[in-house]
């Protein structure tokens, strides 16, 4: 299926997204969003640096108030906070992880500003176009409120909130633009109402997995990384990690029973059922193992392709069977 130029932006667009979803992962697994504490700037200065001698001092030093009054976030006391202090923290890996997360934001807001300016051009999807690039802004600017409020985890759920609500803008234009010789609705046998259960499904594990990572960003920001192994035994006995285990079952379920209706055909349908399995396998690991850092970002990211997918699967779905109407006697 040949797509339009507006189906080509909005399905870069939708892949860049991806990528900076699974980066946000990694910033958060390795605890770097603070590896960069200034903005725009990174250690007062364009490109980080790679070793501690590289950062200015005087300007460390200008900036010390600021650090001061974050330091309360940390449970930490502001007359402790000096240059030295905050040099002591400089961790190069973690300064060029952040960096490099704020770094490929920059080709989404490109790309998006491009497919605005098309949408606008081409008067089709104008108010989809102008919320997808309205999306990447307000998200870049939470993304700076994360740095201020020093890593709050509300902050940084509504972040990642933004990131799937323009997932759904996206998805939304690269399907709504079909050629008009092709029909939008090109996926048969089970009806929008009936995968609307596994969006919602998805979506409600969403939130309920959002409220694990908060708990996670905790116990690391407590503890620290390297205290990794010992948080599923903080965690198993929370209300909210209880839920969300057992609410993956339904998503399953779903799946298997949409999969079934539309006999196991097409690529969004393989797709969704595929990504389902290997999160549930993940899912184990993370519930049964230990919350091992690389299966959390691909637990994340791979929950941001879901999402897409099983929008695109309703989108693409046949309306709702209408009823027959009854026959009346002459």
Not at 160 to 173: P, Q, R
Request: positive net charge; charged residues 15%.
């Amino acid at each position: 299926m040949r797509k339009t130029g507006v189906q080509r932006l909005a399905l870069t667009s939708i892949i860049l997204l991806i990528v900076i979803i699974f980066a946000g992962a990694v910033v958060r697994v390795t605890g770097s969003g603070l590896g960069c504490p200034d903005w725009p700037t990174c250690w007062g200065k364009l490109i980080p640096p790679t070793s501690v001698d590289q950062i200015d001092r005087e300007k460390l030093a200008a900036d010390i108030i600021k650090f001061k009054e974050k330091a309360p976030r940390y449970g930490r006391d502001p007359d402790e906070i000096t240059v030295d202090s905050l040099l002591t923290k400089f961790d190069a890996t973690q300064t060029w992880i952040e960096y490099l997360n704020r770094l490929i934001t920059l080709p989404l807001t490109l790309v998006t500003f491009i497919l605005m300016i098309a949408c606008l051009r081409t008067g089709r999807f104008r108010r989809e176009g102008v919320a997808s690039f309205a999306l990447v802004i307000i998200s870049a600017l939470v993304g700076i409120l994360v740095v201020a409020t020093g890593l709050n985890t509300a902050v940084i759920t509504l972040h990642s909130a933004l990131a799937f609500a323009l997932l759904f803008v996206l998805t939304y234009i690269l399907w709504a633009d079909a050629p008009a010789n092709e029909s939008r609705h090109s996926i048969p046998e089970a009806t929008r109402p009936q995968v609307m259960v596994l969006l919602a499904c998805v979506i409600i594990e969403w939130i309920l997995g959002s409220q694990i990572r908060e708990i996670t960003d905790h116990l690391q920001m407590q503890y620290g990384v390297d205290s990794r192994p010992s948080w599923i035994g903080k965690i198993a006995d929370s209300w909210w990690f209880v839920i969300h285990r057992s609410f993956s079952w339904s998503i399953l379920l779903a799946a298997l029973w949409l999969g079934r209706k539309v006999g196991w055909r097409g690529f969004v349908p393989r797709l969704v059922l595929t990504l389902v399995f290997i999160l549930m396998i993940m899912g184990v690991i993370l519930s049964q193992v230990g919350i091992h850092a690389v299966v959390q970002v691909l637990h994340v990211g791979l929950a941001g392709i879901l999402i897409s997918a099983v929008f695109y699967w309703w989108l693409a779905a046949a309306p709702a069977k209408k009823p027959l109407p009854e026959l009346t006697r002459a």
